[in-house]
């Protein structure tokens, strides 16, 4: 059997090699390391992937979410919803431009912000509310829509996990995660389901103005050569990295699709598991399994998480420790019997290996060691 891997790029890649490897020579050939052709190629291509009118390319996930609130305008002291339960990289950039972070409980069965809780949450002073779309699956948008036009407050949809998933509105309008609010972020790290060779990432928004705005962010608040207008960063997508991007984006479905047969696969060995509760998706979304994500409800999560790494079996705990206890976070506002989903769900979730390169062999000796144990 294959080493089983929790992502397995190596492989990936050599399915893909040749185009790779053209991308990267043209660039070394041409020496456009910076801005060359590529990095609007690939712009214009994931334009038209997501059905959204600007994409903004910058330097990682996390620049992403940085520049999208800058360019809101949002001002010290701001208050910002997220949710409790994440990467840390959501509430990091709130804190760093001194906004205030206001950090809110999610679901129990989609693990993604709860709707009731951002209502709850809602002040004077909230400006925006920045829904992640966990694991691959959107988050309630419509509902978060009506949210922010009653209070007039901007959305910022954190999609460096759902990158293709699709929203389906009740009167059947479909949209693109992240194309749906203000504006919407993305990572193209490695491990993430559209990922480069290094960092990168990407802002969309269906918005010029804000569009033009980021565009001057991104590029140290200068909209003509050397006069700068605004205080800005510096975070670009390098030339080779949408070169990678450029290979990859055309395989992007295919790519969701193989990790939605590898939920399949889990989901009906898992069925009749009465320890096990496998992912379940809200029907206004499709899910791209950016990970697949278990709870394990007999209290053996921990057990089984060393188990399967004594087996050979990589698995991870996304995520540990709830946000509001993270030592950088803490609020004294915070009441814990507002958390009561992410502090139970930090110590019963476990995420197994999820790629697009997973086979039959390897998946029966997950499932059968999982189940084994669990039974
Ligand atoms: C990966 C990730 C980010 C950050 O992306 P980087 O490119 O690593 O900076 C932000 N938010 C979420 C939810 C992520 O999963």
Redesign the pocket.
Known sequence: MKKIQMVDLQSQYKKIKETVDKHINDVLDSSTYINGPLVNEFQNDLEDYLDVKHVIPCA??????QIAMMGLGLKPGDEVITADF??A??VEVIALLKLTPVLVDVEPDTFNIDINAIKKAITPKTKAIVP?H?FGQCANMEEILKIVKEHNLYVIE?N??AIGADYTFTNGKKQKAGTIGNVG?T???PS?NLGCYG???AIFTNDDDLAHTLRGIVNHGMYKRYYHDVVGVNSRLDSIQAGVLKAKLPHLNDYNNARKKVAEYYNNAFINNPNIITPIISDFTTHVF?QYTLKITNGKRDELHKHLLEKGIPNAIYYPVPLHKQKAYIDERYKEDDFKITNSLTETVISLPMHTELDEEQLVFITKTINDFMN
């Open positions: 990682n996930g996390t620049d992403a979410l994440t990467f990289a959501t992640v966990l954190d460096a996990q972020t990572s193209f790290f993430k960092d990168g990432g950016h």
